[in-house]
């Protein structure tokens, strides 16, 4: 049996929806005390799992198939003229790749963006334990990108190495830089990254097409999206 195969996994009730209101939603995850390394974590994002802090899920909705994982080719990707121009407008920045950590700069830069960003949403208000168990200390493999303008962080991702690419998890910034797209940068940054280290894929989450707040995931194209029948292309 495989470590895949004695994998235990359990099932929420339904709950509402975080990204479709009038939804219902069921979640499976894969047991919090498992013994999971990057091998395993890896074949779990292969299958359209994700993690948020140190649970590893994928979302197992009985009425709703909404929520479509997708990864990037990275060698595959073409960059549209909106994607030039965001790169354009944004090579003042410096990057820095570092291990994840509790500073109070990236947290009050947090902070900023989820009062400012996301203050309807289930994240609001800001927490700063809830931070530190969503970003800083869920997986060995994870790691924080920085970006500067200057001497002021104006945006962090945060990634995971896994052995087939790099998967996004979330990206903070500061509200007033929103027009930067500083979303759409770390994604390319991260496609970058993913091709430096000479592997195929960036894996994006969870494209959710009637979702404004997930919608933009299917602008990197060509990609790959996880169908009943595996990965597909989308040219």
């Known amino acids: 049996m495989t470590e895949l195969e004695a994998l ?11 990204y479709l209101p009038s939804e ?3 979640t499976v995850f894969a047991d919090p005390d498992a013994i999971i390394d990057t091998q395993l974590y890896t074949q779990l994002s292969q299958l359209g799992f ?15 198939t909404a929520c479509i994982p997708v990864r990037i080719p990275v060698s595959a990707f073409a960059a549209k003229r909106r994607h030039q121009r965001v790169l354009m407008r944004n090579q003042a920045l410096t990057k820095h790749r570092l291990a994840p950590h509790n ?5 009050m830069l947090y902070e900023r963006y989820i009062n400012h960003r996301h203050s309807d949403g289930d994240m609001f208000p800001a927490d700063r334990e809830q931070f530190v168990s969503f ?30 690419g790099l998967s996004a998890i979330y990206t903070f910034f500061d509200p007033d830089h929103a027009a930067r797209s500083l979303g759409t940068l770390a994604i390319l940054d991260l496609m970058q990254q993913t091709n430096a280290a000479a592997l195929p894929y960036l894996y994006l989450g969870y494209w959710i097409e009637a979702s404004d707040k997930m919608r933009y995931k299917g ?9 009943s029948t595996g990965w597909q292309q989308i040219p």
């Open 135 to 164: 970003l800083v200390t869920g997986r060995p493999e994870a790691f924080f990108t920085e970006y500067r303008l200057g001497e002021q962080l104006i945006a962090v991702a945060v990634s995971d190495q896994l052995d087939d």
């Open 103 to 107: 500073s109070d700069e990236i947290w």
């Open 24 to 26: 219902q939603a069921t």
């Open 8 to 18: 235990k996994f359990f099932q929420t009730p339904d709950h509402p929806c975080s």
């Open 50 to 64: 994700r993690r948020s802090g140190a649970h590893i899920y994928r979302p197992y909705c009985h009425a709703c």
């Open 219 to 227: 602008d990197f194209r060509p990609q790959e999206r996880l169908m």
